[in-house]
């Protein structure tokens, strides 16, 4: 059974980045010696470089100084044990350990106001902007990719980061919370009938969900005869480490065509590739149920 859940609330769209650094005493002395010392940063080094989340940072504060006052009144005091768990558990995780999803809800809380250089976003925002009818804008992240207010279309927002759909920049829309991941083979959304939407967008996200066949096979299903599927994808974007798959566009073409998709085309996007570090092109690739 496919899990989700409609989001109604909201959060302050306010530009806050995440990590803030807070000074922790000095409960272990530094040892002198160059080899006890190389250890003594090992075992110390989340105490030297203590950060913490936006939210966070008032109780980190207060502990770091209740700590502060305990050791210097009794070192061997159990406080001192309890106030670093407290501790350690506040503090945010190195990016190396983050999930795929860790990594999205952090982003979301950094670029609530940020979706891509100017002349990326005018470019998508002009190609997508023709669509009508119901759009399921699919792996919305924080921001719309569509212009707003336009008539004759209803947009509704599917991630699955709770984090992003709160801050995501058009809160009247309908916004789905769902992993898409859930979806395999003979697994429907239950929340979308057949032949539904008149049209489903991706962007920059066919890499990473893990049965990309049956995902566009329900795509397939829930779309209108003559309705469009729509991706915009750079192979050179996002996060490679949880790629599942290359977004190269003939690759794209061909997983579309052997789902059955109709009138499959790629066109190139009029967008220097000086705005990716290795040079990739952005493709719009566009297939019809």
Known sequence: MVEYQEITNTKDRVLN?????????????????????AQWLKDNYWIQNYQVLAEDKPEAV?????LDAVFRRNPDDSAVNVILGRLKELRAKDRN?????DTWTNDAKQLVNFAGEQEVWESIMTRLGGYKGVVLEAMSGHHSYYPQEVAGRTIIALDYCRESLEKYNVPTQRRVLCDLNQIRSGVQFPFFNEGELDVISICFGFRYPIHIVPLLTEFKRILKPGGALSFIENPGSGYPEYCRRSSDPNRIVSVLKRCGFKCVMCQKLDIPSYWNGDRHDYHHIEAEK
């Open 17 to 37: 980045f995440p990590y803030r650094f807070v000074a922790l005493p000095r409960i272990s002395p530094e040892p002198t010696n160059p080899h006890e010392y």
């Open 62 to 66: 207060k502990l770091a100084i209740e």
């Open 97 to 101: 350990q983050f999930t795929a999803l």
